[in-house]
């Protein structure tokens, strides 16, 4: 099974500063109109906290995965900063055992470590994971972005393309999947022109 290194990920998240910044996503945060008022929301493979945090701030509770228990304890500590709370669960999205149509929203943003068959099971439990009619809000690079060299991973099979994700979520009600470059800056990692895109859509009923 690969994933990202662990000691890698604990020792670049052990620096006092949120590297990818405190604030959501800007895709995120520019679909704050979509969310539902009330619910519960997973935040996947959510580092520091900076999505789920945003997603407890609009009234969600919110459970926060990510495998770096640095990371989490970082996401806890920007949530009571905030005012909220989430609920933090150190756990590899590869192998967590997901649950069953428990949650509203998933956010899956910035999660490109997975190669083309673990993305396949990662994506399927995202669909198995949504009740009926919960909203995806997936976000990534494009393989433009290997160009740019601004973030993201360096192998191209693990950027998103639209044949892609039309081939996993193109049955989604309201589905807008957009492809875009767009200048970033999230903290000191997600820094510069980005070639980026979005997908937005609700599991079928």
Known sequence: MSRPNFEHWESRYATPDYIFGT?????????RELLPQRGRALAIADGEGRNGVFLAECGLDVVSVDFSPQA???AVALAAARGVSIEAVTADIVAWDWPEAEFDV????????AE?????????NIRRSLVPGGLLLLHGYRPE???????????????YTRPLLEQHFGD??????REYDQHLEEGSRHVGMSALIDLTGRRPG
């Open 116 to 124: 083309p068959a673990e993305r396949a099971a990662i994506f399927a």
């Open 172 to 177: 989604f009600a309201d589905l807008s999947i």
């Open 145 to 159: 972005q290997l160009a740019y060299g601004t973030g993201g991973p360096s192998t191209v099979e693990n950027l």
């Open 23 to 31: 604030g959501p996503s800007a895709f995120l945060s520019n679909l």
């Open 72 to 74: 989490q304890g970082k």
């Open 106 to 113: 998933v956010a899956a943003i910035f999660f490109q470590f």
